[in-house]
């Protein structure tokens, strides 16, 4: 029962390759929007902080559609993308990283927010009284101390991704070997006649990947949290 045959083993490494190339992605941008959030106060940070929480509280389905609306092959900036540079999105397993980084962006920049604003300020304006530089003072001492924030928001946003589905089918479809993330092949196991079995494997494999990557981002953000505190 619990043999993964090659379409199953398929929508795995798949499903690896979208999930890292997500979070890959999307963590110099977080890292600079939690920043942002964490330090800065200017007219339009509430508005600011809402658009990038949005993934989490729409339906992913509306996330999915907006991706479409935009990146698609007559999207907003997808036919511009396409036209200069021959990106495309649509139907292609990129387009299944763009909507899993859009949906796990959430959960990535409020960990490393929050790892942030538990950095002491004060560290931050000693060096900049003793001449350093924003950029350096951001470098040296406010990144290491957010590191196990920045680790953690890597691994859930990883898992996230691992797991996105309802996007992900509205904006590239299923189409086996190019967009069918695991998600998606659970999904089709379910909806084919006597696919319980392989939908049952899949179920095991996802559950067994989103619970190591936890438990991996709490080990290691401990691990990480203690030789900084040490």
Not at 25 to 31: E, T
Not at 54 to 80: A, D, E, M, N, Q
Not at 136 to 147: G, H, S
Request: charged letters at 15%; hydrophobic letters at 60%.
């Amino acid at each position: 029962m619990f043999a993964l045959g090659p379409a199953e083993w398929q929508a795995i490494r798949l499903s690896l390759w979208v999930a890292l190339w997500a979070v890959a992605g999307s963590l110099g941008p977080a890292i600079a929007v939690a920043w942002i959030l964490a330090r800065l106060r200017f007219p339009g940070k509430t508005l600011l902080d809402g658009l990038v929480h949005l993934p989490l509280v729409v339906p992913p389905v509306v996330t999915g559609y907006l991706l479409l609306v935009i990146l698609g092959r007559r999207g907003v900036v997808g036919s511009w993308l396409h036209d200069v540079f021959g990106l495309n999105f649509m139907f292609d397993w990129k387009g299944a990283a763009v909507a899993s980084a859009v949906v796990a962006f959430p959960l990535m920049v409020r960990a490393i927010r929050q790892s942030v604003e538990a950095v002491d300020v004060g560290l931050e304006q000693a060096a900049r009284t003793l001449g350093a530089g924003r950029w350096r003072v951001f470098l040296t001492i406010t990144l290491p101390l957010a590191l196990p924030g920045v680790l953690a928001g890597l691994v859930l946003a990883f898992a996230r991704g691992l797991g996105e589905f309802g996007a992900t089918i509205t904006f590239v479809s299923n189409i086996p070997g190019q967009t069918r993330t695991l998600p998606l092949a659970l999904y089709s196991a379910l909806q084919a006649p006597g696919g319980e079995e392989a939908a049952a494997r899949l179920c095991v494999v996802a559950m067994v990947l989103a619970l190591g990557a936890l438990l991996a981002s709490e080990l290691l953000s401990r691990r990480l949290a203690a030789r900084l505190g040490g």
